[in-house]
């Protein structure tokens, strides 16, 4: 729950009237008040279709409270520092306007499908999204990397569609809003199956039709089912779409195979893991999806990404012991560029940014002085784990004066 001062009036975001202040400030054009700290920092508001959503301005994420819901880590510390600015660029009325990658287009009905994500990312900059870059922002933007307590068994496909959802709100890319690309599918359950048939068909007709056939794309974000053997290809298939499986071509597969084996097998050992996939994909003459460039991506049960076993021992470990935490995402950045995995943000003080120092106990990983580096560079108190040492520094201690934040 967050406290707000908008003009006269001190409310908080559960208030049944909330939307009522909201609402009156927008038209008034009365700039609210986030309240974690005094004398109050100044956010903005979001108008879409199903109401008014107050976000905090800009760069201002750091200023708040760290157990705020609007405090972010700081930039650097992730790989948002690299995208912000240039691949996600913010303009006056609260509108975000995302550089990508990866085509919404081919050309040529004879372009062959590209590469999966990492070949790419290798040699992105910051200056557009890749696939994985694009998925780690819509998950920023939902807080779905967000943690506290009251989270607890709250979280199901349908929250989490939900809010990646919301995420799209005043947001677009090459001049198309954002939710007019993604397809993020519902649950296809027995009930009702029809309808959600009937409004997946809507939501996929844009690409579908002698003129868009093959030709125009979009992005599909789902969990992965199973990736296998099919009679022509291979075979995508996602969770809550069993009737629809998305094909793969033999050197789609082949390149998907040799650069994230690493995320396959991790998958195979956490526990209730979620594998997320972000995928472009066009419709054949035959209403069928062919993937033409994907990415994956490993989450706990908790639905938050981890990158290793020991970053899924770290997050295992704050989710038992009932922490607040923030799981930094990588965007575009390598293996090796150093990040604060997570940071800690159930403090009366300022944010705990978290170091994984694996060495060589991984493949690819920042070395000890590239984090070292880092750390030194920050203005923050940091708190490092080398897991070679056998040894888990203590944490400091739980701060619970605020009421944890609605589930998502």
């Not at 007709?205 to 599909?220: C, Q, T």
């Not at 990158?307 to 965007?331: A, C, I, P, S």
């Not at 203590?394 to 998502?408: F, G, Q």
């Amino acid at each position: 729950m967050t406290r707000y001062r908008i003009g006269e009036i001190e409310t908080n975001s559960d208030s049944v009237d909330f939307q009522v202040h909201v609402a009156r400030a927008y038209r008034e054009k009365v700039r609210p008040l986030c309240l974690c700290r005094e004398p109050g920092i100044p956010m903005y508001i979001a108008h879409f279709e199903q109401g008014f959503l107050v976000k905090r301005m800009p760069d201002s994420g750091e200023e708040h409270a760290a157990d705020c819901e609007s405090y972010e880590t700081p930039a650097d510390l992730s790989g948002r520092g690299e995208v912000d600015g240039q691949a996600i660029q913010h303009e006056e009325g609260g509108l975000v306007n995302l550089k990508l990658a990866f085509s919404l287009r081919r050309n040529g009905m004879s372009e062959k499908p590209k590469e999966a994500l990492e070949h790419s990312s290798a040699t992105a900059t910051g200056t557009r999204l890749t696939l994985r870059g694009f998925l780690h922002y819509l998950w920023e933007e939902s807080r779905l990397n967000h943690w506290t307590p009251g989270m607890m068994g709250k979280r199901s496909w349908f929250v989490v569609r939900k809010y990646l959802l919301l995420a799209t709100e005043s947001k677009e890319t090459k001049r198309s809003p954002l939710a007019d690309v993604l397809y993020i599918p519902e649950h296809l359950g027995k009930q009702r199956q029809e309808e959600t048939i009937h409004r997946r068909t809507m939501k996929l007709s844009p690409i579908m039709g002698p003129g868009n056939f093959g030709k125009k794309l979009m992005v599909l974000v789902g969990e992965v089912e199973t990736i296998a053997e099919a009679r022509f290809g291979f075979a995508l298939k996602i969770k809550h779409l069993p009737d629809l499986p998305f094909m793969m071509s033999p050197d789609l597969h082949k390149q998907f195979d040799k650069l994230f084996q690493p995320v396959i097998r991790l998958w195979e050992h956490v526990d209730d893991g979620h594998l997320m996939a972000i995928a472009t994909f066009t419709m054949d003459a035959n209403g069928v999806p062919e993937v033409q460039e994907i990415a994956v991506m490993l989450t706990t049960a908790e639905w938050l990404p981890v990158e290793n076993t020991h970053d899924n021992n770290l997050v295992r470990m704050l989710v038992k012991q009932e922490r607040g935490f923030r799981k930094n995402l990588r965007y575009n950045l390598t293996y090796d560029k150093p990040i604060a995995s997570a940071t800690l943000t159930d403090l009366a003080g300022p944010a705990l940014p978290m170091y994984l120092d694996l060495d060589t106990l991984v493949g690819k990983w920042a070395s000890s002085d590239a984090i070292r580096e880092l750390i030194t560079n920050s203005k923050l108190v940091s708190w490092v784990w080398e897991p070679k040492l056998g040894i888990l520094p203590p944490l400091p201690p739980k701060y619970t004066k605020r009421v944890d934040a609605p589930a998502r």
